[in-house]
């Protein structure tokens, strides 16, 4: 382009140069001048103000690019005009209206300006500056350049505060390096929300220390009988800390009152009859429930919610409560609200799969969507609700027939199908102003590695990303696969174990 043009980013087209960007999310709005930045080894990062959260993430910024680009890329406090060829990243004065998470970036040949009022829209601008460096940037060796980013300015926020996937850590456990792989790309496509779903039949994931034996007895195994295992709690504030170093909040679930086998199998106390559980390595579902009449019961919940709380920065505890088929309704509908007060008391919001609006809830609860009928009862009573529709949003479902992993009772879930949707019309009676944001849970009876995750994952969760962060209008599949293809090389640069769907024209 030699003069200065405004796109309208679905203009980056098939017949685009693949020197033109390809953005995941889309930003809001990108004009782009023709010309680069080029970073080089005397490349400096400023930050200003100097406080810890802006260096935190001019540090993040030189760690991701020192590797594949062998600089130095020192990160100092900005004093003064930043000098030609450094990258400034800045939280002072600037347009409130951008938002929690907004940034507005502006690449000169002569500097990149990085600004945003809150750290947060930092650290997703700076995702934005590593997607528009040469894929070959993601490598963990050393590569050739030259590193050039296209001039020109975004001004780009999300459309949703939400913007989750789920990782089941029960049917199959993954330890603590597993998740922070995880987290680390997670951040590359602006997701904010990692719920980790720590207890269900097969498995208890998290030390409890006045309950010690959920994780030693209940966490000792997983779907298909392997050894299973737990995060001490000394691991579970490190992964914590982790995510909130990508500025992303790591939601706690203690499935109950069903999917409660290994809590069952841990404590006889917890079951109506007084009589342990065997484990259980299957996958069938909806056949245990913690005993309702027992005050036991209760002083149980109270015990594990305020452990975990104590450990939780983010505002929120989500207490599962789905398919509790072995629990008589009225006493699920008691249940619920009784917890939903304990979650309350130590200072978190109840979230919980969309059964839970049965209940009577508290302004504060969240509902989150799978399959939709008892969402709208939630809309009803007036609560935010999180959509994570099971035949678009599960990460799970196989791609198609031939899908090596995943289950098929929400039906096969291409990356197409799983981009062409949008949270606001998939249900009826629920529209933009009831939800939150949207999450991609990825359930995992069938996965075992990381191998298996990223598979499951890439490439449908940043279709995910997109509907959750950039603007409805403009959405469009023949344009997006393409900018999709275009993260291919990217993808493989960071190792990801990715489905090359026949859908997308890879590069
Ligand atoms: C339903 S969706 C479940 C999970 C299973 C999943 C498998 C939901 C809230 N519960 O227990 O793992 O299906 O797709």
């Keep these: 382009m030699s003069s200065s ?74 004093t003064g ?43 997703w601008g700076v995702q934005t500056l590593r997607q528009l460096l040469p894929p070959a940037v993601e490598s963990p060796t050393t590569q050739a350049g030259p590193w050039t980013i296209p001039a020109g300015s975004i001004r780009d926020w999300p459309r949703f505060p939400w913007r989750g ?3 089941d850590v029960s049917r199959h456990f993954f330890g603590p390096e597993e998740v922070r792989r995880l987290i680390d790309l997670l951040a590359l496509y602006k997701i904010n929300r990692l719920h980790l779903h720590l207890s269900d039949d097969q498995g208890w994931r998290i030390e409890i220390r006045s309950w010690p034996n959920l994780a030693l007895h209940g966490g000792s195994t997983q779907v298909g009988g392997g050894p299973g295992g737990y995060y001490t709690q000394e691991e579970y504030a490190a992964l914590v800390a982790y995510a909130q170093s990508r500025h992303i909040v790591i939601v706690p679930e203690i499935d109950m009152p069903g999917h409660t086998n290994a809590a069952l199998a841990s404590y006889p106390e917890l079951n109506c009859d007084g009589v342990a559980r065997p484990l259980y390595t299957g996958t069938e579902v909806g056949f245990s429930s913690l005993c309702l009449e027992k005050e036991v019961t209760y002083r149980f919940v109270d015990d594990v919610v305020g452990e975990i709380a104590a450990l939780t920065p983010g505002p929120y505890f989500h207490i599962g409560g789905d398919e509790a088929m072995a629990t008589p309704l009225p006493h699920y509908i008691a249940f619920v609200e009784r917890v939903q007060r304990i979650v309350q008391s130590h200072g978190k919001q109840m979230v919980g799969w969309e059964e839970i609006a049965q209940a009577s809830l508290l302004p504060t609860s969240v509902a989150q969507v799978w ?17 994570s529709p099971a035949f678009k949003a599960y990460l799970d479902m196989k791609y198609t027939p031939d899908t090596p992993l995943g289950l098929h009772w929400a039906g096969y879930i291409e990356v197409r199908d799983a981009y062409e949707w949008d949270p606001a019309t998939v249900a009826e009676g629920i529209g933009e102003e009831h939800i939150l944001g949207v999450e991609a849970p990825l359930w995992t009876e069938t996965v075992q590695t990381m191998a298996d995750i990223e598979w499951m994952t890439f490439p449908r969760l940043m279709g995910y990303a997109e509907i959750g962060w950039s603007p409805a209008p403009g959405r469009d599949w023949e344009e997006y696969r393409v900018r999709l293809g275009r993260h291919g090389p990217r993808l493989e640069a960071l190792g990801v174990n990715f489905y090359r769907s026949p859908q997308v024209p890879w590069e």
Excluded: W
């Excluded at 203009?11 to 782009?32: D, E």
């Excluded at 990062?45 to 130095?72: D, F, H, K, N, Q």
């Excluded at 939709?372 to 935010?384: F, I, K, S, T």
């Design 165 to 167: 996937m789920m990782l």
């Design 371 to 387: 399959h939709g009928g008892m969402g709208r009862e939630a809309v009803r009573q007036g609560n935010p609700v999180i959509m």
């Design 5 to 78: 043009a405004t796109e309208t980013v679905p203009s980056v087209s098939k017949t685009a140069p693949t020197s033109t960007i390809a953005l995941i999310p889309r930003p809001v709005s990108v004009t782009l001048t023709g010309e680069t930045f080029t970073l080089t080894a005397d490349t400096q990062i400023l930050v200003e103000p100097e406080g810890p959260e802006c260096r935190a993430v001019g540090e993040y910024l030189a760690e991701r690019l020192r590797p594949a680009t062998s600089y130095p890329l020192p990160v100092q406090a900005a």
């Design 81 to 123: 005009a930043p000098p030609p060829g450094s990258i400034y990243l800045t939280t002072s004065g600037r347009d409130p209206a951008l938002g929690e998470e907004g940034y507005e970036l502006t690449v000169t040949p002569q500097a990149v300006v990085l600004s945003a009022p809150r750290p947060a829209g930092l650290f």
